[in-house]
């Protein structure tokens, strides 16, 4: 089925020959920025930069993402407290640089030390554009230093203090030095070769910064943003011509300089832009071409940029421009609204837009840009562009890009009712696509005379790629063709695999081995997984080789399912012969089928009657008696058949037991020996309860039911882990437990097999009349005691036995009440849904391993419903682990912090709650997280579970003793903000201490000041704040003493701990002062006035009391009055400050008194 775009569309234009690439994307960035949370109104993006690693985009709250190309992990976050981010750029030749702009006027040069697995730091910080907007950054990557002009027209330039230079090197470099400063703004700047390239308002320059020299490029001025860059003309870094110079003039022109500064040409493009735009080739709408012509274009470009190979890129905010300059042409024109910025790597665009989104966008061939959209299964859009450009297709060279067969199969895939155009001109470009050569269609005649059913496509290296289709092939044309592709086959295993480049893309990762498949997506720290980038290379020697062992295969099952057919034909001839008149049969069947329906339909008014009596609705025992005798009924007609038995229960057990002997067993199954995975009977097996945990979808696959004696084990083990995925598509029962069996006590048995469809059809009225007693049967038996009766069935086996008669919704909220007693429940509710569910369209994308794709489709289930979502959102964590837990919170209130916590890992489920929490606004997320918790045991759950994942050691926090550490408090906890919330909800007071005692047994002291200001424990805080030593926890006002007798407590204390030994001090992993420095020890000055001493302390009551008020505490704390000259200084300053407000207050009064004086007068 397509994925395509399902509306019918009017006839493609076709695009002038002359027009041979497209801007494309293939790729949404979106879920990126809502994982960054950049896509909120109040969090924007604003700038960013693309290097071969790095995808770094500043914010405008002055942090700066670091997003790792490959895999498209989030690494870094770094911060700035002078502003936003309002400029980036990466180190092209060194990429553990990396140089920001702040809106404050800050440059600033981080080194990520990711070799080393240190921790990023500034190293260099420039103040030179103080108070002026920075406009424009470059890097000088030979001498690591980075150039920066901003609006005043100043150009200074800020070398990287890096650790890697000896300290010899920069000993006597000054590390920031103005270079210039021109008559008006800077636009741009570029660097190459020993040369600074400025562009402003109304020139450009060009200085060569080792000389010192300058120099104007040409003699007119201008007036208004325009962009200039350098221009390699070699792709070599060494050797080859000096690059040129290309500075943007009004009315569409460019001039071409040479790298001394002349100008050597004027290029005019005005006319030229009077082409038609092309399309974007995008997801989002369907390509829209106007072959009308447009009038001539004057436009500003405001900036230029090198692009991929020999091209030059600009755009103004409404469309995108791509040139070739040393040919004077257009290459292509696009509209595109609103772009603000745009970074470039080799032939990728990222571009932001104004309202803070972003794209991705590539500039590929026409012909590239139809093979990465079949890649895709973007039938349409690839169809689009087949008809858009027929000259781009038809040559043979581009055959092994876009095969004939390929496109052939493009045209199965549309609906000729949607696309009726559309299959016309593509049957048009199909007629006339051209063989590769001559010699390739002799081959090709070679093999389709040897392979008459088979389709194939000619790989990049020449080989052709057989692909089978399935059909009626004589025994011995199978046969020499499985000898042939064997041998083939033996041969390949002799080449030595390794990747092959592909022209135009970078192969990233192993998947690049296989090009068709969705490429998994991997996360941020929130472990967000996302299916960026470009697409993996081919490998050619490995396809053939898979293509051939794959088609082995396949030959082998079809002559193995032959057998298996005759077999079974042979078979079924025995039965007809010796099994009775079937219509008899079918009609005595039929009458006993209707007579148990009956049977059933009058046993269920009859319980639905008494359950009515309030005396039986309010007494357990009874409701249960009757409930019991119900089911009864309900097991002689619905049940299963029991292992052992010699009768028949039924006539609707001899109907399934009939149809499960006439359905054929798979191909595993019948050379293993082994029972069908989806029969309705069970066997002995395993402990004395039958219970067998669950597993994880990996282990699942890999194991199979144990073999027959005789069957080697090794080989059912590799062929179990090759028809794994089959078999779980068949079948997606694991092992769970059902409890008990329906009678004969308590018989070890195997779990038998969930049932989401009912054995017969039931009518409607019958089956609304079953659900609400099976579902209250289910729910008492959850809250039964764990002491089963012999001969009562479990609730675990009914869930299986019945799911077909249940309310999905109220199962659900049962298995999680009673979870902590029978989690055998939600593992058999989780199956059940997930068979139930199997069906859907989803399962498909998410057993491709494309994690966006996968939530993007459970988006479009809306309105969801929460066992059929949570069946996926299960599936997804098998699949990807913490990366999809994280993006559940998107699903709330359908799936509830309940059920992930019940589905994830503890660490997953705690970031799943932090980002679900944080999804909300500030000042909301308290009372969320407060309707989340239901239980109060909840919360000291969360506090202990967070206290926990991503936290200092208690080693590092507490002392031998059990006391506070040293300054421990500046440690950094992953959860912070999390543990922050959960303290402050309202609690009653047992909880709160238990909640301190958890906090400080965990060494959390912010947390625990706060309970301990809540419990009114002042003097337990006083004594924590001394040990940590840190006068700044004093600012908060809960803390601060309320009383004389509290700073004398206070006092007290400090003097006690100052006179106890020190201990060691931790290195805290979170304590950094803006410029990226550790914190400040205690030698310094800065460090003692932040202790807490007595001396501090009475500086502190001061500034409440006065000086002379503040001495006398400190006297009756029977303390030396010997102050330090700093703190008798600033006493007197207070007392002389203290002199002043009262003479300026008795002034104040008294001209008052006067003017009510004379008022009065």
Same mark, same amino acid.
């Given at each position: 089925?397509?994925?395509?775009?399902?509306?019918?569309?009017?006839?493609?234009?076709?695009?002038?020959?002359?027009?041979?690439?497209?801007?494309?994307?293939?790729?949404?960035?979106?879920?990126?920025?809502?994982?960054?949370?950049?896509?909120?109104?109040?969090?924007?993006?604003?700038?960013?930069?693309?290097?071969?690693?790095?995808?770094?985009?500043?914010?405008?709250?002055?942090?700066?993402?670091?997003? !790792?190309?490959?895999?498209?992990?989030?690494?870094?976050?770094?911060?700035?407290?002078?502003?936003?981010?309002?400029?980036?750029?990466?180190?092209?030749?060194?990429?553990?640089?990396?140089?920001?702009?702040?809106?404050?006027?800050?440059?600033?040069?981080?080194?990520?030390?990711?070799?080393?697995?240190?921790?990023?730091?500034?190293?260099?910080?420039?103040?030179?554009?103080?108070?002026?907007?920075?406009?424009?950054?470059?890097?000088?990557?030979?001498?690591?230093?980075?150039?920066?002009?901003?609006?005043?027209?100043?150009?200074?330039?800020?070398?990287?203090?890096?650790?890697?230079?000896?300290?010899?090197?920069?000993?006597?470099?000054?590390?920031?030095?103005?270079?210039?400063?021109?008559?008006?703004?800077?636009?741009?700047?570029?660097?190459?070769?020993?040369?600074?390239?400025?562009?402003?308002?109304?020139?450009?320059?060009?200085?060569?910064?080792?000389?010192?020299?300058?120099?104007?490029?040409?003699?007119?001025?201008?007036?208004?943003?325009?962009?200039?860059?350098?221009?390699?003309?070699?792709?070599?870094?060494?050797?080859?011509?000096?690059?040129?110079?290309?500075?943007?003039?009004?009315?569409?022109?460019?001039?071409?300089?040479?790298?001394?500064?002349?100008?050597?040409?004027?290029?005019?493009?005005?006319?030229?832009?009077?082409?038609?735009?092309?399309?974007?080739?995008?997801?989002?709408?369907?390509?829209?071409?106007?072959?009308?012509?447009?009038?001539?274009?004057?436009?500003?470009?405001?900036?230029?940029?090198?692009?991929?190979?020999?091209?030059?890129?600009?755009?103004?905010?409404?469309?995108?421009?791509?040139?070739?300059?040393?040919?004077?042409?257009?290459?292509?024109?696009?509209?595109?609204?609103?772009?603000?910025?745009?970074?470039?790597?080799?032939?990728?665009?990222?571009?932001?837009?104004?309202?803070?989104?972003?794209?991705?966008?590539?500039?590929?061939?026409?012909?590239?840009?139809?093979?990465?959209?079949?890649?895709?299964?973007?039938?349409?859009?690839?169809?689009?562009?087949?008809?858009?450009?027929?000259?781009?297709?038809?040559?043979?060279?581009?055959?092994?890009?876009?095969?004939?067969?390929?496109?052939?199969?493009?045209?199965?895939?549309?609906?000729?009712?949607?696309?009726?155009?559309?299959?016309? !001109?593509?049957?048009?470009?199909?007629?006339?696509?051209?063989?590769?050569?001559?010699?390739?269609?002799?081959?090709?005649?070679?093999?389709? #005379?040897?392979?008459?059913?088979?389709?194939?496509?000619?790989?990049?290296?020449?080989?052709?790629?057989?692909?089978?289709?399935?059909? +009626?092939?004589?025994?011995?044309?199978?046969? #020499?063709?499985?000898?042939?592709?064997?041998?083939?086959?033996?041969?390949?295993?002799?080449?030595?695999?390794?990747?092959?480049?592909?022209?135009?893309?970078?192969?990233?990762?192993?998947?690049?081995?296989?090009?068709?498949?969705?490429?998994?997506?991997?996360?941020?720290?929130?472990?967000?997984?996302?299916?960026?980038?470009?697409?993996?290379?081919?490998?050619?020697?490995?396809?053939?080789?898979?293509?051939?062992?794959?088609?082995?295969?396949?030959?082998?099952?079809?002559?193995?399912?032959?057998?298996?057919?005759?077999?079974?034909?042979?078979?079924?001839?025995?039965?007809?012969?010796?099994?009775?008149?079937?219509?008899?049969?079918?009609?005595?069947?039929?009458?006993?089928?209707?007579?148990?329906?009956?049977?059933?339909?009058?046993?269920?008014?009859?319980?639905?009657?008494?359950?009515?009596?309030?005396?039986?609705?309010?007494?357990?025992?009874?409701?249960?008696?009757?409930?019991?005798?119900?089911?009864?009924?309900?097991?002689?007609?619905?049940?299963?058949?029991?292992?052992?038995?010699?009768?028949?229960?039924?006539?609707?057990?001899?109907?399934?037991?009939?149809?499960?002997?006439?359905?054929?067993?798979?191909?595993?199954?019948?050379?293993?020996?082994?029972?069908?995975?989806?029969?309705?009977?069970?066997?002995?097996?395993?402990?004395?309860?039958?219970?067998?945990?669950?597993?994880?979808?990996?282990?699942?696959?890999?194991?199979?039911?144990?073999?027959? #004696?005789?069957?080697?084990?090794?080989?059912?083990?590799?062929?179990?882990?090759?028809?794994?995925?089959?078999?779980?598509?068949?079948?997606?029962?694991?092992?769970?437990?059902?409890?008990?069996?329906?009678?004969?006590?308590?018989?070890?048995?195997?779990?038998?097999?969930?049932?989401?469809?009912?054995?017969?059809?039931?009518?409607?009225?019958?089956?609304?009349?079953?659900?609400?007693?099976?579902?209250?049967?289910?729910?008492?038996?959850?809250?039964?005691?764990?002491?089963?009766?012999?001969?009562?069935?479990?609730?675990?086996?009914?869930?299986?036995?019945?799911?077909?008669?249940?309310?999905?919704?109220?199962?659900?909220?049962?298995?999680?009440?009673?979870?902590?007693?029978?989690?055998?429940?939600?593992? +058999?509710?989780?199956?059940?849904?997930?068979?139930?569910?199997?069906?859907?369209?989803?399962?498909?994308?998410?057993?491709?391993?494309?994690?966006?794709? +996968?939530?993007?489709?459970?988006?479009?289930?809306?309105?969801?419903?929460?066992?059929?979502?949570?069946?996926?959102?299960?599936?997804?964590?098998?699949?990807?682990?913490?990366?999809?837990?994280?993006?559940?919170?998107?699903?709330?209130?359908?799936?509830?912090?309940?059920?992930?916590?019940?589905?994830?890992?503890?660490?997953?489920?705690?970031?799943?709650?932090?980002?679900?929490?944080?999804?909300?606004?500030?000042?909301?997320?308290?009372?969320?997280?407060?309707?989340?918790?239901?239980?109060?045991?909840?919360?000291?759950?969360?506090?202990?579970?967070?206290?926990?994942?991503?936290?200092?050691?208690?080693?590092?926090?507490?002392?031998?003793?059990?006391?506070?550490?040293?300054?421990?408090?500046?440690?950094?906890?992953?959860?912070?903000?999390?543990?922050?919330?959960?303290?402050?909800?309202?609690?009653?007071?047992?909880?709160?201490?238990?909640?301190?005692?958890?906090?400080?047994?965990?060494?959390?002291?912010?947390?625990?000041?706060?309970?301990?200001?809540?419990?009114?424990?002042?003097?337990?805080?006083?004594?924590?704040?001394?040990?940590?030593?840190?006068?700044?926890?004093?600012?908060?006002?809960?803390?601060?003493?309320?009383?004389?007798?509290?700073?004398?407590?206070?006092?007290?204390?400090?003097?006690?701990?100052?006179?106890?030994?020190?201990?060691?001090?931790?290195?805290?992993?979170?304590?950094?002062?803006?410029?990226?420095?550790?914190?400040?020890?205690?030698?310094?000055?800065?460090?003692?006035?932040?202790?807490?001493?007595?001396?501090?302390?009475?500086?502190?009551?001061?500034?409440?009391?006065?000086?002379?008020?503040?001495?006398?505490?400190?006297?009756?704390?029977?303390?030396?009055?010997?102050?330090?000259?700093?703190?008798?200084?600033?006493?007197?300053?207070?007392?002389?400050?203290?002199?002043?407000?009262?003479?300026?207050?008795?002034?104040?009064?008294?001209?008052?008194?006067?003017?009510?004086?004379?008022?009065?007068?």
């Amino acid at each position: 089925m397509s994925r395509g775009l399902p509306f019918t569309m009017p006839p493609v234009p076709v695009v002038p020959e002359g027009q041979s690439h497209v801007l494309a994307e293939f790729d949404c960035l979106d879920p990126l920025l809502s994982a960054l949370r950049l896509d909120s109104g109040r969090l924007k993006c604003t700038c960013l930069a693309v290097s071969k690693k790095w995808l770094g985009l500043g914010t405008s709250a002055g942090g700066l993402h670091l997003i !790792q190309r490959e895999g498209w992990k989030q690494r870094l976050i770094l911060t700035h407290k002078e502003g936003s981010i309002i400029q980036v750029a990466c180190c092209p030749s060194d990429e553990d640089f990396i140089a920001v702009a702040t809106s404050q006027g800050l440059v600033a040069v981080w080194e990520l030390q990711l070799e080393r697995r240190g921790r990023p730091e500034r190293v260099s910080v420039s103040w030179e554009h103080r108070g002026q907007r920075v406009t424009a950054l470059c890097w000088d990557s030979g001498s690591l230093r980075v150039f920066a002009g901003d609006q005043g027209g100043k150009v200074s330039f800020l070398r990287a203090g890096s650790t890697k230079l000896s300290k010899a090197a920069t000993f006597v470099i000054f590390p920031v030095q103005t270079v210039t400063t021109v008559d008006s703004r800077v636009v741009q700047l570029g660097y190459q070769e020993g040369r600074l390239l400025v562009s402003s308002l109304s020139r450009c320059y060009l200085c060569d910064t080792e000389r010192e020299k300058f120099w104007r490029i040409g003699n007119k001025e201008r007036d208004g943003e325009y962009g200039a860059c350098f221009f390699p003309q070699s792709r070599s870094p060494a050797g080859g011509p000096p690059p040129l110079l290309y500075c943007a003039r009004p009315g569409s022109r460019i001039w071409e300089s040479s790298f001394s500064g002349e100008v050597l040409s004027t290029h005019q493009f005005k006319q030229l832009l009077a082409c038609p735009p092309l399309p974007l080739i995008s997801y989002r709408s369907e390509p829209q071409y106007v072959p009308a012509q447009r009038s001539s274009q004057s436009i500003a470009f405001s900036k230029l940029l090198y692009l991929g190979d020999q091209h030059l890129l600009t755009w103004t905010d409404s469309a995108i421009y791509i040139f070739r300059p040393q040919s004077g042409q257009v290459l292509l024109w696009s509209e595109i609204k609103d772009v603000v910025d745009i970074a470039v790597h080799r032939s990728e665009l990222f571009c932001l837009h104004g309202n803070g989104q972003m794209s991705h966008l590539s500039l590929v061939s026409a012909e590239r840009c139809v093979e990465r959209l079949l890649r895709r299964d973007s039938w349409v859009l690839a169809a689009s562009v087949c008809c858009m450009f027929p000259h781009a297709l038809v040559p043979s060279r581009t055959r092994k890009l876009v095969p004939i067969d390929r496109v052939e199969h493009l045209k199965t895939q549309l609906s000729p009712a949607s696309h009726p155009e559309l299959l016309r !001109q593509l049957d048009e470009v199909i007629s006339r696509l051209e063989p590769l050569d001559s010699a390739s269609s002799s081959r090709r005649s070679s093999i389709s #005379s040897h392979v008459s059913l088979e389709s194939f496509n000619v790989l990049d290296c020449g080989i052709y790629r057989v692909i089978s289709r399935r059909g +009626s092939q004589s025994e011995e044309e199978t046969g #020499s063709f499985i000898n042939q592709s064997a041998s083939e086959e033996d041969r390949l295993k002799e080449f030595a695999f390794g990747p092959e480049e592909d022209q135009g893309e970078q192969a990233q990762g192993p998947e690049a081995e296989h090009p068709e498949a969705e490429r998994p997506e991997a996360g941020l720290p929130f472990h967000l997984n996302l299916p960026f980038g470009p697409n993996q290379p081919r490998i050619a020697l490995q396809a053939v080789k898979d293509s051939v062992s794959s088609f082995v295969k396949k030959i082998n099952t079809l002559q193995m399912n032959t057998d298996l057919w005759q077999r079974s034909e042979a078979q079924l001839e025995v039965l007809v012969a010796t099994s009775p008149s079937s219509e008899d049969m079918d009609h005595e069947v039929c009458t006993e089928t209707e007579n148990e329906l009956q049977e059933l339909r009058a046993a269920t008014e009859r319980a639905t009657l008494q359950i009515q009596d309030p005396f039986v609705l309010m007494d357990p025992a009874a409701l249960g008696d009757v409930l019991r005798e119900w089911l009864q009924v309900l097991e002689r007609v619905l049940g299963v058949e029991q292992p052992g038995s010699t009768s028949e229960d039924g006539p609707l057990k001899e109907v399934r037991t009939r149809e499960e002997r006439s359905k054929p067993q798979s191909l595993e199954q019948q050379q293993q020996g082994e029972p069908p995975l989806c029969s309705s009977s069970w066997e002995p097996i395993g402990p004395e309860t039958g219970e067998q945990p669950p597993l994880p979808e990996k282990e699942n696959q890999g194991r199979g039911l144990e073999p027959e #004696s005789g069957v080697d084990p090794e080989s059912t083990e590799d062929e179990e882990e090759e028809n794994a995925g089959e078999r779980q598509e068949r079948c997606q029962s694991s092992p769970v437990p059902a409890g008990g069996g329906p009678a004969g006590g308590g018989e070890p048995v195997r779990p038998e097999p969930v049932r989401v469809q009912p054995p017969t059809p039931l009518p409607s009225d019958l089956l609304g009349d079953l659900t609400p007693l099976a579902t209250l049967y289910l729910e008492m038996s959850c809250f039964r005691g764990q002491g089963e009766e012999p001969g009562v069935l479990s609730a675990a086996g009914f869930l299986r036995r019945y799911f077909f008669l249940l309310d999905a919704e109220r199962v659900r909220r049962a298995c999680l009440l009673c979870h902590a007693e029978r989690p055998e429940m939600q593992r +058999s509710f989780i199956e059940a849904v997930q068979e139930l569910t199997r069906s859907s369209k989803v399962v498909e994308v998410i057993q491709k391993g494309d994690l966006l794709k +996968s939530l993007r489709g459970l988006r479009e289930l809306q309105p969801w419903s929460a066992p059929e979502l949570l069946a996926h959102t299960h599936r997804l964590y098998e699949r990807h682990g913490e990366a999809a837990v994280r993006s559940f919170s998107q699903f709330h209130p359908a799936v509830t912090p309940a059920d992930v916590a019940l589905m994830a890992q503890p660490p997953h489920f705690l970031a799943y709650l932090d980002n679900l929490v944080q999804s909300h606004a500030e000042e909301l997320r308290l009372s969320f997280l407060g309707s989340l918790l239901q239980s109060e045991s909840l919360r000291q759950d969360w506090l202990e579970l967070g206290l926990s994942h991503d936290a200092p050691q208690p080693s590092d926090t507490l002392t031998a003793d059990g006391q506070p550490r040293w300054h421990s408090h500046f440690f950094s906890w992953g959860y912070g903000r999390l543990l922050s919330l959960l303290i402050q909800l309202p609690a009653d007071l047992s909880s709160k201490e238990t909640m301190a005692e958890t906090c400080r047994s965990r060494g959390y002291w912010t947390g625990f000041l706060y309970l301990c200001c809540e419990l009114q424990q002042r003097t337990e805080a006083f004594s924590t704040i001394c040990r940590l030593d840190d006068m700044s926890l004093l600012e908060d006002p809960q803390v601060v003493p309320q009383t004389v007798q509290e700073w004398k407590v206070l006092i007290q204390l400090s003097q006690q701990c100052s006179t106890e030994p020190e201990p060691a001090p931790p290195t805290p992993n979170g304590t950094s002062t803006p410029n990226g420095t550790a914190t400040l020890v205690n030698g310094s000055a800065e460090g003692r006035r932040r202790q807490v001493t007595p001396e501090n302390l009475t500086l502190r009551l001061a500034q409440s009391v006065g000086p002379d008020r503040a001495l006398e505490v400190l006297e009756e704390c029977g303390l030396p009055l010997a102050l330090s000259p700093h703190s008798a200084l600033v006493c007197e300053l207070l007392r002389v400050a203290e002199k002043r407000q009262r003479a300026t207050i008795q002034t104040m009064l008294e001209r008052c008194d006067r003017f009510l004086w004379s008022q009065h007068a």
